[in-house]
Structures are given as structure tokens and as C-alpha cells.
């Protein structure tokens, strides 16, 4: 071997030894990055945007794997936990899904039976109640008062019946059209409430016969029982300052 082939040898060998010493270094690198991510994870983040108080559901989310000691404690990790769950509030896609951001979907209690009844969008929803809020029903009536005299028909009034006292929302539905026979097509949304049998009877009829039916929102913590006083309104009686005043004569 003469000297120029002895130079290209110590090279190569020079080279090898090089290479090894980097691939050494990544490796190490590569060990070091794991001994401090850790074990990775199976989590869960938002393939789409959700509404205040929609169901969350297994197609609405993909999975990503992620270091586990990233992941916080609150994190969704197994898709069993979006059961009769909805979104607490305005859900963005690309967030990663968390049992906060989460609240159990209102459930019956012994008694109740669940109804639906489609509400007027422009007077009775307005885009504030939810799922779990309390709401008073309130209907608007057209009535004849006493007999009229002889083969009369009496005189038309009006009254405002409180129907249902805090109510609750089980499930609010999605905007639709509805054809109306005295006033053509509407929006309404269909809202699902939990109520007694008399109650549900109640909002049966408001929803059958009134002139127009108003939710209104109760305050969290302000649920009150309204006194029975205080349920139906006149004018009469409002002019005069006694709630039930002309009730005597619509209700003879």
C-alpha cells in the first residue's frame, strides 16, 4: 500500500468515525426529547365550530395524539365522556376538548314528562335560552266577558295568563319554518320543556289557543313561585291598581 492509499484509508476511516459520533449525537438527542415529553396520549380537539348549548358528538371531534404530561387533567380522553353532554358555550374548531368546557344535558325528575312546543322566534326566543335555564310562560287571551243580555254573545277582553312558573328547558331546536293559518308562514323554534302533567297541560293549551305566547327568562337564583295573585293580568285591573279586578265579570 503506498502513501496516497494509506491517506484515502485513515479518510475513510476518519469519515466512518464521524458519522457514528453524529448518529450517536442524534440519538441521544432523540432519547433526551422522550425522557422529557414522555409517553404520548390519545386526546380529542374540535373538527368544527359548536353553539352555546348543542350536544357535542363523535363525529364533531378528531383525535390527536399528544405528550401525555402536556395534556391537562381536564382533557377528553375517551369518547364515552360526551354522553348527554352540551357545550357550555361558543366552541371553536381546532380547540382541544375538555370536560369544562362541558355540562350534563338536563334530565327528568320523577313526575315530569318531557313536551315540545314550537315558539315563536321573534317574540319568545331571541338566541338566550339554553338548555337547563328556567322560564316563565306567559299567553295572551281573547275573551268574551258575561253573557251579553239576551242571545248576546257579551264583549271581548283581553287578559295575560302566567301558564307555567319556572319551567325548565331540556332541549332548545333548531330554526324552522312553520305554516300558520291566520298568518301565513312563521319562524319558530321547537323548545322541550320539563314539566308536571298540569303544566303540560297548561302550556297544551296556551300553545292550542292563545293569541300569543311569550317565554320569559328567569335569573338564575331568582326563581321565585309567583303568587296566584299575581298570574293574571287586565287592564282593568292594572288601571285600578287590583290585579284581579274584572276578573269577576270575564269569569262570572
Do not use: C, K
Amino acid at each position: 500500500m503506498n502513501a496516497r492509499q494509506r491517506r484515502g484509508t485513515l479518510l475513510l476511516i476518519a469519515s466512518l468515525l464521524l458519522a457514528l459520533a453524529a448518529f450517536a449525537g442524534v440519538l441521544a438527542v432523540i432519547n433526551d426529547v422522550e425522557s422529557r415529553v414522555g409517553p404520548e396520549t390519545t386526546a380529542y380537539e374540535l373538527n368544527e365550530d359548536v353553539e352555546p348549548y348543542e350536544r357535542v358528538t363523535a363525529d364533531q371531534v378528531r383525535e390527536v395524539s399528544m405528550p401525555e404530561r402536556y395534556i391537562p387533567d381536564s382533557a377528553v380522553t375517551d369518547l364515552d365522556e360526551l354522553e348527554d353532554r352540551v357545550a357550555v358555550g361558543p366552541l371553536r374548531e381546532g380547540a382541544l376538548l375538555q370536560t369544562d368546557m362541558l355540562i350534563e344535558r338536563p334530565e327528568l325528575a320523577p313526575g315530569q314528562v318531557e313536551i315540545a312546543v314550537m315558539i315563536d322566534a321573534s317574540t319568545g326566543v331571541a338566541g338566550n335560552i339554553h338548555p337547563g335555564a328556567r322560564i316563565n310562560m306567559y299567553a295572551a287571551f281573547r275573551v268574551r266577558t258575561g253573557q251579553g243580555g239576551e242571545g248576546g254573545e257579551g264583549e271581548e277582553s283581553e287578559i295575560v295568563r302566567l301558564m307555567v312558573n319556572n319551567a325548565e328547558v331540556l332541549e332548545v331546536g333548531d330554526l324552522a319554518e312553520v305554516e300558520d293559518e291566520d298568518s301565513g308562514a312563521r319562524e319558530a323554534v321547537p323548545i322541550t320543556f320539563a314539566l308536571d302533567n298540569a303544566d303540560a297541560q297548561r302550556v297544551t293549551f296556551a300553545e292550542a289557543f292563545a293569541e300569543q305566547v311569550r317565554l320569559a327568562l328567569v335569573a338564575p337564583g331568582d326563581e321565585r313561585e309567583v303568587p296566584p295573585q299575581e298570574r293574571t293580568y287586565t287592564i282593568v285591573g292594572d288601571i285600578l291598581g287590583t290585579p284581579n279586578a274584572g276578573l269577576e265579570e270575564l269569569f262570572p
